[in-house]
């Protein structure tokens, strides 16, 4: 019985029609092997934002639904001239698009979540000895209309397609060799992991690690699907991304990140009474405000204080959130810093290891560097400081834990 592989290949890797034809080669490798192969693919370099730029010529608000219709075309130039390329150099292939092979979302455009796949069309490209190209990004709703899965769509069509095929392996490849201990480009020390599990790298990936979107990690998780992470440029080993339990020696820390484009907004002199955090958080929610750290202080006096921490971005649309609900929860000015940064250290083998925190917090300590607010999980730890200390802060904590020694 064939092995079954599925491949996905970034903006960057199909940018232009030379790296058309390099994948095309790199897949015939794969094909002359005796592989199932399926490959889904993006948008060619920065198709999809020259669209985007279309679209806000003629609209300051495009309809969702037509910029679904729109942004879907990308994908569908790459999958065909992905196809042509392979038969140019003797390997049968086929494209699809995502309606082709029945990808079926829900109806929410821009956004779309994925319900089912039909693996008809691609299991009879393989019994007809084709490799199977598909358009990744793209799905249909029950009425048949066109939708995209939002970002890092892509990856998660990739990791949809492994899971409904029972693929041996979903290689993800990027223009970056695998997942490192920390950005290479903030820390020249930084090495990269050969294996890591999905709990570290869908903690990563929220915060800010590039690599990997959290939606396919979570896919991934859900079924089992192994995803090895591999550069585009060369033919080494990447990154595997599997179960715990496949791990022999959990780390206590694999990886740290640094998010800059934070803002912290504190509340004081809140009244002490249930319901008043319900009600602040739920109507950020309601706006589509994510959240992050949370802290708030014991109650002195009947009153305490909140802070929270989100997206320098999503200030705007929360201030006049804070502004309405204000007369029912605080008399105090509500107080917002967007010179903040939030400095992460994630690693599964935080379960079985002490002095974690500690370490971290003393490497920080050593450094001058501020801790403002704090936030734990079962495998992360993150500390609100200063923008300015980022830097210095990621460095500090990298070294702590031998992460440019492994």
Do not use: W
């Amino acid at each position: 019985m064939s092995l079954t592989i599925v491949q996905k290949y970034g903006g960057t890797s199909v940018g232009d029609t030379t790296k058309i034809k390099n994948v095309a080669n790199r897949i015939k490798s794969y094909y002359e092997a005796g592989k199932n192969v399926a490959v889904v693919v993006s948008a060619m370099g920065h198709t999809t934002d020259e669209l985007v730029s279309l679209a806000d010529q003629i609209t300051d608000n495009p309809p969702k639904r037509e910029m679904d219709m729109l942004l879907s075309t990308g994908e569908q130039v790459s999958v065909a001239l992905l196809a042509m390329a392979l038969e140019s150099i003797g390997v049968p292939a086929v494209s699809f698009t995502g309606s082709q092979i029945k990808m079926m979302t829900d109806g929410n455009h821009s956004n779309a979540k994925i319900d089912s796949i039909d693996r008809t069309r691609i299991d009879k490209a393989f019994e007809s000895k084709r490799v199977a190209i598909i358009a990744g990004f793209q799905g249909i709703d029950k009425e048949e209309n066109i939708t995209t899965l939002g970002r890092g769509g892509s990856d998660t069509t990739a990791v949809a397609i492994a899971a409904a095929l029972g693929a041996d392996e979903c290689e993800i490849y990027t223009d970056v060799n695998g997942v490192y201990t920390t950005d290479p480009n903030k820390v020249p020390g930084a090495k990269m992991h050969k294996q890591i599990t999905y709990e570290e790298m869908l903690e990563l990936a929220s915060l800010g690690a590039g690599v990997l979107h959290s939606r396919s990690v979570e896919m991934a998780m859900n079924y089992g699907v192994t995803i090895h992470v591999r550069s585009s440029f060369h033919r080494e080993p990447g990154t595997l991304v599997v179960s715990e339990d496949k791990i022999m020696e959990k780390m206590k820390v694999s990886g740290v990140t640094v998010k800059s484009d934070q803002a912290r907004i504190t509340i004081p002199n809140v009244k002490d009474q249930p319901g008043i955090a319900a009600k602040l958080f739920s109507a950020l929610s309601a706006k589509d405000v994510i959240v992050d750290v949370i802290v708030q202080s014991s109650p002195h006096d009947g009153i305490n204080t909140i802070s929270f921490t989100t997206a320098k971005k999503d200030v705007i649309t929360a201030k006049p959130i804070l502004e309405d609900i204000k007369k029912d929860m605080t008399s105090g000015e509500i107080e917002i810093d967007d010179s903040i940064a939030i400095l992460s250290a994630v690693g599964v083998g935080m379960k079985s290891h002490v002095g974690v925190a500690a370490k971290m917090f003393q490497s920080l300590a050593d450094a001058g560097i501020n801790i403002l607010m704090i936030s734990t999980s079962e495998i992360k730890i993150s500390c609100v400081i200063p923008q300015s200390k980022a830097q210095d802060g990621l460095k500090a904590i990298h070294s702590a834990f031998g992460l440019d020694q492994i």
